[in-house]
């Protein structure tokens, strides 16, 4: 079956001549399960990449909902003489001041912050359509707010599977919803090894563990990771700049 | 005040001229294999996004966050032009630069208008299918060009075959079974499904070669399909 699927591959990367794409199409004309192998390697691309633009379209979301737009190129203006441009400028940038040391006053701590991340990304923990599995159970009991049994259940998932991202991501929210900070920086320290994941906030989410926890010296750990966040772009960047903007 | 500057250099046998010309570059191609000239009208900086596309890894995921940046100002003009909810502006903006990520990745992004007027009128066909409702939301106005490209290398009676059978497959089913394909075999697939080449998942992934990649791929692949077909 994976000399099919080598052969398949091989041809959809473009690798036969003329003469070996006609024999490949009558295989396909002729051999109803040499078809079916086809259609299966086309279809589970498009599954897995159904997958991955929705991890983008969540971290598109991320960012448009961090910058509401405002990152984005303004259509150039047309050019006028402004003759009460210094005026204008004068003006706008006292009420700026004052709009911006309003805003400084009513500004969340970080720990607000971090909480209002929390609740705004993992209120519920997102379940796979389709037949109920252990995973599925482990993240219906955090969705009903069970975060001890949850807890119990995934490091149950993580002893069979140490290799499940996904598995120790929860492990480490359903703890700090508990909360146990102790055992969520473990396993957000754990999650960072999963280095070829689409989208890991392994990072961000120690900082924000680090600042529900506040400890003696717990903000000043987190500052550098919000900082790495920025720095090597990783997941969960605009949250990062936020809290940084709000230090 | 416009300032023009014309810079001509060999490139592996090609010759490439460059036209600066006030804010835009002009990028002249003579290739020796074929002679055929490429134009290109593009800034500076959407030139630099682009070969950030082409790159693997973190540089790539940097230029498709700065694409998506640079004309995220598209989803308000397609709430107050379109008449489209914000939500609604938002998937159609989101699958344009998805859309737009595929072509440039496969080159048929040729640079003959500025950026900017491309991934518009994108944005503009795909705001008017909706309000059309030939296609919805939750069926994705975005429909990935892997597959519909993949299935145009085969003649008329061969694809139409393998689209049947394609038809027939329970998508729900197959994205389950890819959950639990194990986290490497998932991981590696995801990167295939994106277009990343298998050297490039190489160096991702931390793998030795690419024909390690290639093997283990084809492994998870078939894992996948041993799955799929129990249900």
């Known amino acids: 079956m994976e000399d099919h699927m080598q052969y398949i591959d091989d ?110 990304n993992y209120k519920e923990l997102s379940v796979t359509m389709g037949k109920e599995t252990d995973m599925q159970r482990a993240a219906n009991l955090y969705n009903e707010g069970k975060y001890k049994e949850a807890l119990a259940a995934f490091q149950d998932l993580i002893q069979l599977d140490s290799s499940s991202f996904q598995a120790v991501q929860y492990a480490g929210m359903s703890a700090l919803r508990i909360p146990d900070y102790d055992k969520a920086l473990h396993y957000f320290r754990q999650l960072e090894s999963f280095r070829a994941q689409f989208a890991n906030p392994a990072v961000l989410l120690q900082a924000v563990t680090l600042l529900k926890r506040n400890h003696e010296g717990d903000k000043k750990q987190a500052k550098p990771l919000l900082q790495r966040v920025i720095n090597e772009n990783l997941d969960g960047k605009p949250t990062a700049e936020k809290l940084l903007r709000e230090w | ?132 409702k030939n296609t919805t939301i939750k069926s994705s106005i975005h429909k990935t060009a892997s597959i519909t490209d993949l299935l145009s290398q085969l003649s008329d009676s061969a694809k139409s075959i393998v689209q049947q059978l394609c038809d027939q497959t329970d998508a729900a089913v197959l994205r389950q079974k890819l959950s639990e394909v194990g986290e490497n075999c998932r991981q590696m697939l995801l990167h295939w499904a994106d277009g990343s080449s298998d050297k490039e998942i190489a160096e991702l992934m931390g793998y030795k070669t690419a024909d390690v990649v290639k093997t283990s791929r084809l492994r998870c692949l078939d894992k996948l399909r041993q799955l799929y077909k129990q249900t």
């Open chain 1, 11 to 120: 041809f959809f990367q473009g690798k036969f001549s003329p003469e070996e794409v006609k024999v490949f199409e009558e295989k396909i004309n002729n051999d109803p399960a040499f078809a079916a192998n086809v259609a299966f390697y086309l279809s589970a691309k498009q599954s897995a990449r159904d997958v991955v633009d929705e991890e983008k379209k969540k971290r598109y979301r991320e960012l448009y909902s961090a910058t509401n737009g405002h990152q984005s190129e303004e259509q150039p203006g047309k050019v006028r003489r402004m003759y009460y441009a210094s005026r204008v400028a004068l003006v706008a940038a006292i009420v700026a001041a004052i709009v911006v040391t309003i805003i400084n006053l009513q500004s969340d701590s970080p720990q607000a912050l971090a909480n209002n991340y929390i609740n705004k």
């Open chain 2, 1 to 132: 005040m416009l300032t023009q500057l014309v810079v001509t250099r060999e490139q592996e046998g090609n010759k490439v001229a460059t036209i600066f010309f006030g804010p835009y570059r002009f990028i002249i191609l003579q290739t020796q294999s074929q002679a055929v000239n490429s134009n290109t009208l593009l800034h500076a900086d959407e030139r630099e996004i682009i070969d950030g596309l082409l790159e693997p890894g973190s540089i790539r995921r940097k230029s498709e966050e700065q694409l998506f940046n640079r004309f995220a100002y598209f989803i308000k003009e397609g709430m107050h032009k379109q008449g489209l909810l914000q939500e609604q502006a938002f998937d159609v903006y989101a699958d344009t630069v998805l859309s737009a990520i595929d072509k440039i990745r496969s080159g048929s992004f040729e640079g003959r208008s500025s950026l900017k007027t491309w991934i518009y009128q994108i944005f503009h066909n795909k705001c008017v299918d909706l309000i059309r």
